[in-house]
């Protein structure tokens, strides 16, 4: 796929270039030609008055079939470019947006970064970290296509929550971050609304006897620009905080819970 896009565009632009060429060597050589002929004319002193008389008309005839070659050469240049544009589009859309739950990729959080700490336009900024609970059990009890509406309800759930304030990113499997740039916001405001999200979500929209839940962490604070590795401490502090409230999830649903093929229902094995 790659290899194709990127072969298209060259061919196109090489094919754009040689005609472009072509022209000019066939200007230059016409050049030559009329060159010659004038030449010829004003060496021939009863030819110059015939000339002087239908230059005028022959100029401006020559002009105006020139600019609408001009014209229609800047369309097709235009097309041409309009084309690439929107291969270019296609591409970045299928580069930065997640294809199962239609939120932004990890590549697409990886440029936002960038983009922030070569403008350092960020001073505040709230890293929100989620993972689902029971996603393989989902997988293994229900089948992968249950498991991926659970990950698609969790997407709508926070592109809920965080449409107006933020953005949402899957960063793979049943991991997502959401971030929040400013600070009058509390981060209790999004967890709160993101409870209510899933409430709603389970009773309006699953369909089995296991609920939507995952765990979530944040860390809020200033944009450091001086640390380089600042994009990894905002992960890992969410993460720590997640990490917590995944482990008191557990001690109440153990880590030994499956969800039986069968029956659906939610079973603990003997360790």
């Known amino acids: 796929m790659k290899t194709n896009a990127i072969r298209n565009v060259i061919l196109s632009t090489i094919i754009m270039i040689i005609v472009f060429a072509a022209f000019i060597l066939h200007t230059l050589y016409y050049l030559q030609d009329l060159n010659s002929y004038f030449t010829i004319l004003n060496q021939n002193s009863d030819m110059i008055m015939a000339v002087n008389n239908s230059r005028a008309y022959t100029n401006q005839t020559f002009l105006v079939q020139e600019l609408i070659i001009a014209a229609i050469a800047v369309v097709a240049t235009l097309l041409e470019v309009t084309q690439i544009k929107r291969l270019i589009n ?102 709160d609304a993101i409870d209510n999200e899933i409430k709603n979500w389970n009773s309006t929209k699953n369909k089995i006897g296991v609920a939507l839940s995952f765990a979530k962490g944040y860390f809020r604070g200033t944009y450091d620009y001086k640390d380089d590795y600042f994009r990894e401490i905002l992960y890992e502090q969410a993460d720590n905080m997640m990490y917590e409230e995944k482990e008191a999830f557990h001690r109440i649903h153990p880590k030994s819970e499956r969800i039986d093929r069968v029956t659906k229902e939610v079973k603990v094995r003997k360790l």
């Open 90 to 191: 296609m591409y970045k859309m299928l580069a930065y947006q997640d294809v199962l739950t239609g939120v932004y990729s990890r590549a697409a959080l990886e440029d936002v970064f960038d983009d922030i700490e070569r403008g350092k336009s960020v001073k505040s900024i709230t890293y929100f970290l989620f993972d689902m609970n029971y996603l393989k059990q989902l997988n293994d009890g229900y089948g992968h296509k249950t498991g991926d509406d659970f990950l698609i309800g969790m997407a709508e759930c926070l592109t809920n929550v965080f449409s107006k304030y933020g953005t949402v990113y899957r960063l793979g499997g049943d991991e997502f971050v959401a971030t929040y740039f400013g600070d009058s916001k509390d981060p209790n405001y999004f967890l």
